[in-house]
């Protein structure tokens, strides 16, 4: 397997709406969707349309989303045979709400995912054998993901950490044992304790995290782009200029793509360009695993900007 994400499994209740309500307020919407979604799960799906071997491990419930869920999975060609169904539990669900500009507010229930630990690492081991890349988020319990990291590290396979969501700062054991590190402006600025909302700002919080020990480390910055960094360079790539419906898994997108790419052994420019282009594309559509692109899609894409 190239590429092998441990990380959650979300079923996404979503709602549109004309704005994002206040505190105390009730909206009316119009529309409301189920489509399947979590960090872990879109990053896996994000890779298997790009046509890359990958493996997701982690927890689903035994409720009728957990069946939905791995059926998405399975469709875009992601490997779930290390994928729990714990029948004790419901899956995790996220109930997400977009506004008329694509911006969103989203509450995470985690059911099946909160219970991911060690044990889940010990199904995790075998495959990361064939693996290139371990792709991390954290919307499972941080010392399962403390554990794959350390796991993967010992067998020099590039870790991508994406700090998602934001929980504030992070263990100093954890930094060294992260090839990549890809926060977004909110959790970049948690991570380093201060603002950071441009070029400037995000190339001095990546020197920050380099040197708590991290390789490289991409601040992805919205629609102003991404910004990379590691020992050798400092680039940044800007966002393709594309209509925006919904940014709901915008990042998962981005990391989706940088993976695929890092695995097929691109070199960094081009891969967090496949990010950021993967990631373009995504927002162009409506929901988490529903608009991720295919590779055919990003090729042309790509050949048209
Ligand atoms: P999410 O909405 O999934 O939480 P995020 O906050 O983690 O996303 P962002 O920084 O918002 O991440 O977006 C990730 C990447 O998606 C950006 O680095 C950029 O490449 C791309 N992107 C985001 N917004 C736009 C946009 N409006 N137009 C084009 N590309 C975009
Ligand atoms: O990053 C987007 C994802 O965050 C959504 O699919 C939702 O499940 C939450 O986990």
């Known amino acids: 397997m190239a590429v092998v994400v441990f990380g959650s499994v979300n079923m996404d209740l979503v709602a549109r709406v004309p704005r ?40 689903v419930g035994g409720d009728r989303f957990g069946q939905d869920l791995i059926a998405s999975l399975e469709t875009a060609g992601v490997g779930c045979d290390r994928l729990l169904i714990d029948q004790s539990i419901t ?33 995790l081991k075998p495959v990361l054998s064939a693996a290139k890349v371990l792709l991390l988020q954290l919307e499972i319990p941080l010392n399962a993901v403390i554990a794959a990291a350390q796991v993967a590290k010992a067998a020099g396979i590039t870790v991508i950490l994406d700090p998602a969501p934001a929980q504030g700062n992070l263990p100093a054991e954890l930094y060294p044992l992260v090839d990549v590190i890809t926060p977004n402006q909110v959790e970049a600025s948690q991570l380093v304790g201060f603002p950071v909302k441009d070029r400037e700002t995000a190339a001095r919080a990546a020197s920050v995290l380099r040197q708590r020990g991290v390789q490289m480390a991409i601040v992805k910055l919205g629609k102003q782009g991404a910004l990379c960094q590691t020992a050798a360079e400092t680039f940044s790539i800007p966002a393709f200029p594309v209509e925006v419906v919904d940014t709901v898994a915008a990042g998962d997108a981005f990391n989706g793509g940088f993976a695929a790419a890092l695995a097929q052994d691109f070199p960094i420019q081009k891969a967090v360009t496949w990010g950021a282009a993967v990631a373009a594309l995504s927002v162009t559509k409506t929901g988490a695993q529903t608009s991720l692109p295919s590779l055919h899609e990003l090729e042309e894409f790509l050949e048209l900007h």
């Open 20 to 59: 994002l309500p206040v505190p105390g307020e009730t909206l009316t919407g119009h529309q409301f969707d189920t489509i399947p979604g979590g960090k872990g799960a879109n990053q896996a799906v994000a890779v298997g349309r790009l046509g890359v071997p990958t493996q997701l491990v982690g927890r």
């Open 91 to 123: 899956s995790g669900v996220a109930v997400i709400a977009v506004d008329s500009v694509g911006e969103n507010h989203i509450i995470i229930i985690p059911g099946a995912n909160g219970r991911v630990d060690r044990t889940d690492v010990e199904r």
